[in-house]
């Protein structure tokens, strides 16, 4: 028998962060040489076709999207979107190296894409309260940003430099915002380990 979603008590992956972790640097050279090759006729068709439309908070943040989820209940349901084989070979290698500090055997990237923030851009604060956001560790690794760029997390606002990548806590309120001259673009994706059992509440919902 199917449980109502309304009464499931959905435990987030405790092996997620409750702040920041960092993960360290990685070689975004190719990719970031890549990224800002993209043209600005890019960066307004693929936005348009995002899936994350719905969101408010992203208002003024443009994204390219190469993997998503295709459930929001449940992030074992992903997709590849077209631009995902084109991109894939310099994605994959900087997805590698962040994550290595987890050790993970079997790994999993159920939502991948670029987040381009504007001078003056703001994400307003936010929790990723989707049962698909419960799981995966959310990632993010800047390459191109400024120091102007604060990404507030809680009570707490960290600057990440270009090239070091970090896990943050998409499950407490977070906002960002550009105060400099400069765009922000973060390849954000999301990760999480096959191997690792997953939560019985998952297995409860009610379908859609």
């Known amino acids: 028998m199917n449980v109502p979603a309304s009464t499931i008590t959905m435990l987030p992956n405790p092996r997620k962060t409750t702040s920041v972790r960092p993960?360290?640097?990685?070689?975004?050279?190719?990719?970031?040489?890549?990224?800002?090759?993209?043209?600005?006729?890019?960066?307004?068709?693929?936005?348009?076709?995002?899936?994350?439309?719905?969101?408010?908070?992203?208002?003024d943040t443009r994204h390219i999207i190469f993997r998503f989820i295709t459930n929001h209940e449940d992030w074992r349901e992903s997709a590849d979107w077209p631009l995902w084989p084109?991109?894939?070979?310099?994605?994959?290698?900087?997805?590698?190296?962040?994550?290595?500090?987890?050790?993970?055997?079997?790994?999993?990237?159920?939502?991948?894409?670029?987040?381009?923030?504007?001078?003056?851009?703001e994400i307003l604060p936010h929790v990723d309260a989707n049962p698909a956001a419960q799981w995966p560790h959310k990632i993010h690794v800047p390459l191109l940003t400024n120091p102007q760029v604060g990404f507030r997390i809680g009570e707490k606002v960290y600057h990440f430099p270009e090239g070091d990548a970090v896990e943050v806590n998409n499950l407490g309120i977070h906002a960002v915002r550009n105060d400099g001259t400069t765009d922000r673009i973060h390849l954000i994706f999301e990760y999480y380990d096959l191997d690792q059992p997953d939560p019985g509440w998952i297995n409860k919902k009610s379908p859609g």
Request: charged share 20%.
């Open 86 to 121: 084109a991109w894939r070979s310099v994605l994959i290698p900087v997805m590698e190296q962040a994550t290595r500090p987890y050790g993970y055997g079997r790994p999993a990237y159920p939502r991948v894409m670029l987040a381009r923030m504007p001078p003056g851009g």
């Open 23 to 59: 993960l360290g640097r990685v070689d975004i050279g190719s990719l970031r040489s890549a990224v800002l090759a993209i043209p600005e006729s890019a960066w307004d068709a693929e936005n348009q076709g995002k899936p994350n439309h719905r969101y408010k908070a992203f208002t």
